[in-house]
């Protein structure tokens, strides 16, 4: 059975600074695409960052030049290395995986998914 757990969330002023990672089990996912999604409250769940099996990625334009997406495949791991943060990125940021190796922004090509890690701002 695959597994995804997130971990690194937490409460931070604007500006600071957060790491998520996200452990998979279950399956290695070396050769399978990854991301991270976010939902804030009363919002649709979008697409922050993904990346493909070797290595390519995509952020979407709100946290471009702050975010950055990467992945250890020995470890089965993904990170967001989140800086600046902003009131806006509050939201619950899930780690997603899918069995396919090109990265999408769509949440419906994703077929695994952890539970979430809060993310707060405070301004």
């Known amino acids: 059975q695959v597994h995804l757990v997130e971990s690194g969330g937490g409460l931070v002023p604007a500006g600071g600074s957060l790491t998520l990672s996200c452990v998979a089990s279950g399956r290695s996912f070396s050769d399978s695409a990854m991301g991270w999604f976010r939902q804030g409250p009363g919002e649709e769940r979008e697409f922050a960052a993904v990346?493909?099996?070797?290595?390519?990625?995509a952020c979407r334009d709100s946290v471009k030049g702050r975010f950055t997406i990467s992945r250890d495949n020995a470890n089965n791991m993904v990170y967001l290395q989140m800086n600046t943060l902003k009131p806006e990125d509050t939201a619950l940021y899930y780690c997603?995986?899918?069995?396919?190796?090109?990265?999408?922004?769509?949440?419906?090509?994703?077929?695994?998914w952890g539970q979430g890690t809060q993310v707060t701002v405070s301004t």
């Open positions: 997603a995986a899918r069995r396919g190796p090109f990265p999408s922004t769509s949440r419906g090509d994703y077929e695994y």
């Open positions: 990346i493909g099996f070797t290595g390519g990625t």
